[in-house]
C-alpha cells in the first residue's frame, strides 16, 4: 500500500525537493554540480548591478560516462 503514495510524493522521504532539483540538474548538465541561486544580480536602488554572482561548475565523480548516458535516457524515457 505504501508504493502508490511514494509514487505521488506522500511517504516517508529523507530529501527536500531543492535536494531534488540539484540532482536532477546534476544529471542534465553531464556531471557537473551547479549551486542554485534565487537571482544572477544584485541590484542597486536605482536598478543598476551592484554584483553579479558567479555560478561556477564543479565536476563530480558521482557515476562514470556510461551511468551518465544510462541514467539520462531513463529521464528521457
Given at each position: ?42 541590484l ?26 544510462w ?7
Amino acid at each position: 500500500s505504501e508504493t502508490l503514495s511514494v509514487s505521488i510524493g506522500q511517504s516517508y522521504n529523507l530529501v527536500t525537493p531543492l535536494q531534488m532539483a540539484k540532482m536532477a540538474s546534476l544529471l542534465a548538465n553531464g556531471g557537473y554540480e551547479v549551486t542554485p541561486h534565487l537571482g544572477k544580480d544584485v541590484l542597486n536602488q536605482d536598478g543598476s548591478v551592484h554584483r553579479s554572482i558567479a555560478i561556477s561548475k564543479k565536476p563530480t565523480a558521482l557515476i562514470g560516462t556510461a551511468g551518465l548516458d544510462w541514467a539520462r535516457k531513463g529521464m528521457v524515457e
